[in-house]
């Protein structure tokens, strides 16, 4: 059974700082890891998808990376900014035979400070 | 704008009752997903469905039902058999035929009075 991992459970940085936020996966049997983004009461924004073809993707001051044979991947944030502050959670997809059904990790509680 | 919608946003229930929670979707998505989140959790997945009159258990189905009668709805109803059912609901969608990865909504929280 695919479990996913995400260390630290929380982060605090000052403004400004570069934010590394990992996750790890048993299974490298997946279909595509999905990393989004959860404010307080809300509900998912995804921010990046790597596909399991893909080492990497980058969106603005985000860059994800994957590498399936050690079952990891990374989430950077530059230059963090106080409206960065939120959970992170990351999710795999297992293959679509199987429902394409997305297994999630307990998320990283980033707080960003002034 | 396309998108997924959940109602309510806040639901209150007594003991005993059944509550039915709405998802709702108008993205053309063929699979939807129905997740829980408990305080300081991840999401754990309830049900999802593939294609219409058709769905699966997740990993916690038990004290809950679905229906999926129509490509665009996927009601979830929390029934009096789910002993602990206070926690953050949410539903997703997805494109079973390209990878795009998946939609979320806003979410409804449930609580038992």
């Known amino acids: 059974k695919q479990e996913v991992t995400q260390i630290p459970a929380a982060l605090s940085v000052p403004e400004g700082e570069n934010l590394v936020l990992n996750c790890s996966f048993t299974?490298?049997?997946?279909?595509?890891l999905q990393w989004f983004r959860q404010d307080p009461g809300k509900g998912l924004t995804s921010l990046l998808l790597?596909?399991?073809?893909?080492r990497e993707q980058t969106s603005g001051r985000l860059n994800a990376s994957l590498d399936k044979s050690s079952g990891r991947s990374t989430l950077y944030i530059a230059a963090s900014q106080p409206g960065d502050s939120a959970t992170y959670l990351c999710a795999v997809s297992g293959i679509k035979a199987a429902g394409n059904k997305l297994t999630f990790g307990g998320g990283t509680r980033v707080l960003v400070k002034p | 704008d396309g998108g997924i919608t959940q109602s309510p946003k806040y639901l209150f229930r007594k003991e005993g009752q059944n509550v039915t929670l709405s998802c709702e979707q108008n993205l053309n998505h063929d699979a939807m997903y129905w997740y829980r989140q408990d305080p300081g959790q991840g999401l754990r997945l309830i049900y999802y469905s593939q294609i219409v009159n058709d769905f699966q258990k997740g990993d916690i189905a038990e004290g809950y039902s679905v229906s999926r009668e129509k490509k665009e709805s996927f009601p979830l109803t929390v029934t009096s058999a789910q002993k602990n059912p206070t926690a953050f609901y949410l539903c997703?969608?997805?494109?079973?035929?390209?990878?795009?990865?998946?939609?979320f909504g806003s979410g409804t929280r449930l609580t038992v009075v």
């Open positions: 790597i596909q399991s073809s893909q």
């Open positions: 997703a969608s997805s494109i079973q035929s390209a990878n795009y990865g998946y939609t």
């Open positions: 299974d490298s049997a997946i279909y595509n």
